[in-house]
T-cell receptor, first 106, second 125 residues
Framework: SYELTQPPSLSVSPGQTASIICSGD??????TFWYQQKPGQSPVLVIY???QRPSGIPERFSGSSSGNTATLTISGTQTVDEADYYC?????????FGGGTKLTVL | EVQLVESGGALVRPGGSLRLSCAAS????????LNWVRQVPGKGPQWLSY????????YYADSVRGRFTISRDNGRNSLYLQLNSLRGDDTAVYYC??????????????????WGKGTTITVSS
């Protein structure tokens, strides 16, 4: 298998756009999924199949993918979006997670 | 409401064994594949194991293959993880998660759309 790489941290001001990047050698061969995790809570799926948003996830969350890089974008970031974000893909017989990006909104 | 509830976490000594359970409700359990995922506090999630809806396809992470065993009972709407030869680095929160397959170019890419709240295993003497 291979590794998914994310920046450890990102800081934005409320109302700004947050872009979290995930890269991996074969990421472009499949789909990328994104999870949000707040302290003490379980991960929550926010983007699936690169760009799709599950029901109940705010429209400010969007995803894109180009080559071996996927991006989670939060437009008009709110303080409630402060959390850890993890990308994930599937490689033949195993799930791979990125190391996570801690998003700070201040 | 779709729900997954893990149980069975405990404090266990190195070399010990434990069995985790995951009780599902609110959906047709037998139609879904499932994963076990663990997370060390302050670290990212680590996938452990996958089991298909009928239980006839199983995958493990290299780090747990041979020590952990995944199983399910569709009649009881339950998922299990048997953990043997536990080590200190197995200390973590253990989650069960419902799996969805996304098809692309004849291959499935699996992700998790529902997670339980987790159960904690601490391995320490």
């Amino acid at each position: 298998s291979y590794e998914l790489t994310q920046p450890p941290s990102l800081s934005v001001s409320p109302g700004q756009t947050a872009s979290i990047i995930c890269s991996g050698d074969k990421l472009g061969d499949g789909f990328t999924f994104w999870y949000q995790q707040k302290p003490g809570q379980s991960p929550v799926l926010v983007i699936y199949k690169d760009t799709q948003r599950p029901s109940g996830i705010p429209e400010r969350f969007s995803g894109s993918s180009s080559g071996n890089t996927a991006t989670l974008t939060i437009s008009g970031t709110q303080t409630v979006d402060e959390a850890d974000y993890y990308c994930q893909t599937w490689d033949t017989t195993s799930a791979l997670f990125g190391g996570g990006t801690k998003l700070t909104v201040l | 409401e779709v729900q997954l509830v893990e149980s069975g976490g405990a404090l266990v000594r190195p070399g010990g064994s434990l069995r985790l359970s995951c009780a599902a409700s609110g959906f047709s359990f037998s139609r879904y594949s499932l994963n076990w995922v663990r997370q060390v506090p302050g670290k990212g999630p680590q996938w452990l194991s996958y089991i298909s809806s009928a239980g006839n396809t199983i995958y493990y992470a290299d780090s747990v293959r041979g020590r952990f065993t995944i199983s399910r009972d569709n009649g009881r709407n339950s998922l299990y993880l048997q953990l043997n030869s536990l080590r200190g680095d197995d200390t973590a929160v253990y989650y069960c998660a419902r799996v969805i397959g996304a098809l692309r170019d004849f291959d499935y890419f699996y992700y998790m759309d529902v997670w339980g709240k987790g159960t904690t295993i601490t391995v320490s003497s």
